[in-house]
């Protein structure tokens, strides 16, 4: 295997990761809204995700430095052509940690109350945008001989990539419901059950339909194979947390999120951004791919600083393992 083919597998786990992670904190984010019926509780769902969902960013930060690295073609193409959508998903998680931070400065009802709803917005924004983004990457952009994107912006919004930010919404505020019912005590426990099993229903449908629509244009056996993975790990999801059993729910919805991505980068490999102008313009691992110099650098690089990072992320998790119910939230001191 070339260097270019390890980094295209090395950034689909990136990819993988980061939505592995920050999927259920933008889902913790909408059900902000959907589930808590008061502040009390919404404090309770923030402070699930309080400790972590910075560090969970760090993943988004090292797939996009990876692809500027590895890929520049293709970061170039990528963020030229995905400018608006990219730079409102950059300004939604910029506005989300200042909401996180600012939210209980003030004891003012309506400062707090605009603070949680931008933390609702922009948790909900990105998590439908990067489903369109990587619907439209998957399904090929209009890219011409000079590997450069000329089309508009309403050429994104087409009904595949539509679908996949649906799919995304869906899926991460799913995975957050069942990462709240692991997280939490009490009635909004139960509730964040019972709320699971309606959005864990309406995700398998969508689901459902924009993988068998991925796998009919552009899959193959491999892909095939993640697709059966995924939607078996989706039901069993679904029945996990009927059972109560929310640390396996939480365990297989995840794993839906490995396997829908893995099975978008199988269908899109060799190529990195194909064009749907011409096949022969589009970005593949080779002519997108930096020197084999840089990437020999790079993967001494990832091979020492990878390891470091996961073993950090990994203790924050587990010193901050235990469930909060609205019994652990003090009264605001201001």
């Known amino acids: 295997m070339e260097l270019h083919d390890v980094w295209f597998v090395l950034i689909a786990v990136l990819w ?47 797939a996009g430095g990876a692809t500027f690295a590895a890929f520049p073609e293709w970061y170039a193409t990528l963020f030229s052509g995905f400018y608006l959508p990219l730079l409102l998903i950059l300004v939604c998680l910029i506005v989300r940690g200042v909401a ?18 931008a933390i609702f917005w922009t948790s909900l924004l990105p998590a439908f945008l990067w489903g369109v983004a990587f619907g439209n990457i998957v399904r090929g952009v209009k890219i011409d001989q000079d590997f ?9 919004l087409n009904p595949y990539a539509i679908l996949g930010g ?37 995700t398998a449908v969508l689901a459902l339909a924009f993988l ?22 989706l039901v069993a999801a679904i029945g996990a947390n009927q059972l109560g059993r929310e640390g396996w729910a939480f365990a297989l919805s995840g794993l839906t999120i490995i396997a829908a991505v893995a099975m978008l980068f199988l269908s899109l490999f060799p190529n990195v951004m194909p064009s749907s102008l011409n096949d022969e313009w589009s970005l593949t691992v080779t002519n997108a791919s930096s020197s084999p110099y840089t990437l020999k650098i790079m993967t001494w690089c990832a091979v020492i600083a990878t390891p470091v990072v996961m073993l950090y992320q990994g203790w924050t998790y587990w010193v901050f393992r235990k469930r909060i119910g609205t019994q652990h939230i003090a009264e605001a001191v201001h």
């Open 16 to 62: 993988t990761g980061y939505f592995f992670l920050e999927g259920f904190d933008f889902g913790i984010g909408v059900l902000t809204k959907l589930l808590a019926r008061d502040r009390t509780e919404k404090r309770v769902l923030i402070n699930t995700i309080g400790p972590v969902w910075d560090g969970n960013e760090v993943w988004l930060l090292s």
């Open 100 to 117: 996180f931070e600012y939210r209980a400065k003030r004891p003012e009802e309506q400062w707090q109350r605009n603070w949680e709803n």
């Open 148 to 156: 450069e994107y000329v089309g508009n912006l309403w050429d994104l």
């Open 166 to 202: 649906l799919v995304t919404l869906s899926l991460f505020t799913f995975h957050g419901a069942v990462f709240a019912a692991l997280k939490t005590l009490g009635d909004i426990r139960e509730r964040a059950r019972k709320l699971a099993l309606g959005l864990g229903l309406v």
């Open 212 to 233: 068998l629509w991925t796998q009919a244009d552009n899959g193959d056996g491999k892909s095939l194979v993640a697709l059966v993975v995924a939607v078996v790990a």
